[in-house]
Structure formats: C-alpha cells, structure tokens
T-cell receptor, first 113, second 111 residues
Framework: DSGVTQTPKHLITATGQRVTLRCSPR?????VYWYQQSLDQGLQFLIQ???????AKGNILERFSAQQFPDLHSELNLSSLELGDSALYFC????????????FGPGTRLTVT | DQQVKQNSPSLSVQEGRISILNCDYT??????FLWYKKYPAEGPTFLIS?????DKNEDGRFTVFLNKSAKHLSLHIVPSQPGDSAVYFC??????????FGKGTHLIIQP
C-alpha cells in the first residue's frame, strides 16, 4: 500500500459525458501527478501540481482539467468523453517537486462506451 | 514521434542471471532519467534514477547506466529474482518539465 488513494476504482460511462477522478496523496506529500495508461499510448504524464499550483504539464487534452485543493487532494476532470479516453488513470504523490520517490495509487479504470 | 523507446516488448531471463533492460531516447534536452516497475493491477513503483551528469547509479541489485553520446540507458538487475517479473518503464525528463515514458518491457524471470 503506497498511501495514495484513488476513487473510484472503476468507472463506466458513455461518450459525451463528464467524470471526476479523485486522488488523496500520502500524508505530507505536496506534489500530485496524474498519468494515463492506455493500450496504444502506454504510460503518459498528464499534469503535476505542487502545493496547489500547476507545476508541469504533459500530454493533457484541453477536454481534461485538474486542480489541487488546499487540503492537497486533487481531482482530474474529464469532459466530452470519447471512446479513446478509456484507460487507467494513475495518481502519484511525492514530498517535493522532484520526480524521484513518487508513490503511485492503484489507479482508476475508466471505460467509455 | 516517440522520444523514449524501449525496443524489447518482453525479455525472459533465468533466475540468478543478469537482466539487462534497454532504453533509447532522441531528445538531447533530457537531463534526468528514471526506471519504474509495474505489477499487474498495481500502480508503477519508482526504482532508480540517474542525472545526465552521471554515467552510472547503483542501488542494491539495480544499476542504471547512461551513455549520453549514444542516447542510451540500461537497467541491470543482478541477480534476477522471481519477484522481478514485471513490466519496466523507462522515463525521461527535460528541465523537470514533465516525464516521457517508453512503452515498457515485460521482464519474465524463469526458475
């Protein structure tokens, strides 16, 4: 158990819908990262927040947005969902802004039908 | 354009022998490299990293080698153990501005 929690574990929704994925980092960690793992694209970095501020941005679509709240939990919002958005979404956390020592959550499996 | 490539989708190694996983990159701006391990139905786990100012970093059974001129890095695991069977991802960062991953290599340790 990494100490990072993600909810929900599974999510099934229809095209065009909007969903919110939630992540609670390990106690004391200030950075939260979001990743997408799909069959054809592999593991992709989406976005990083550090202490509430956006720190780095990867291959995140405009239909997706994220935020980190004062209590340090984070939400990833996916809208106008397409079939290709079906993937595993991982959240990770670390104490500071460094890439080392990231602890990953178990992931949320999103299925868009 | 795939900037980080792991050309071997799978690798089978006998228990006790050395496992060598390879990774090539094209972006000369990458200055930090990491390896992650992933078991099925779990999130990835950070294994080891190396800065571009070094050519080797060692942590127990795991050693990462970086050849900047060849834009190549490798992860050596010795001796290989059954618990090392997993998918290994190579990742690279430029100026701490995001991470780019390879597609992974499935390592199978045979008894």
């Amino acid at each position: 158990d990494s100490g990072v929690t993600q909810t929900p574990k599974h999510l099934i929704t229809a095209t065009g819908q909007r969903v919110t994925l939630r992540c609670s980092p390990r106690s004391g960690d200030l950075s939260v990262y979001w990743y997408q793992q799909s069959l054809d694209q592999g593991l992709q970095f989406l976005i990083q927040y550090y202490n509430g501020e956006e720190r780095a941005k990867g291959n995140i679509l405009e239909r997706f947005s994220a935020q980190q709240f004062p209590d340090l939990h984070s939400e990833l919002n996916l809208s106008s969902l397409e079939l290709g958005d079906s993937a595993l979404y991982f959240c990770a956390s670390s104490m500071d802004r460094a890439w080392d020592e990231q602890y990953f959550g178990p992931g949320t499996r999103l299925t868009v039908t | 354009d795939q900037q980080v490539k792991q050309n071997s989708p799978s690798l089978s190694v006998q228990e006790g022998r050395i496992s060598i996983l390879n990774c090539d990159y094209t972006n000369s701006m990458f200055d930090y490299f990491l390896w992650y391990k992933k078991y099925p139905a779990e999130g990835p786990t950070f294994l080891i990293s190396i800065s571009s100012i070094k050519d080797k970093n060692e942590d127990g059974r795991f050693t990462v080698f970086l050849n900047k001129s060849a834009k190549h890095l490798s992860l050596h695991i010795v001796p290989s153990q059954p618990g090392d069977s997993a998918v290994y991802f190579c990742a690279a960062s430029a100026n701490a501005d995001g991470l780019t991953f390879g597609k992974g290599t499935h390592l199978i340790i045979q008894p």
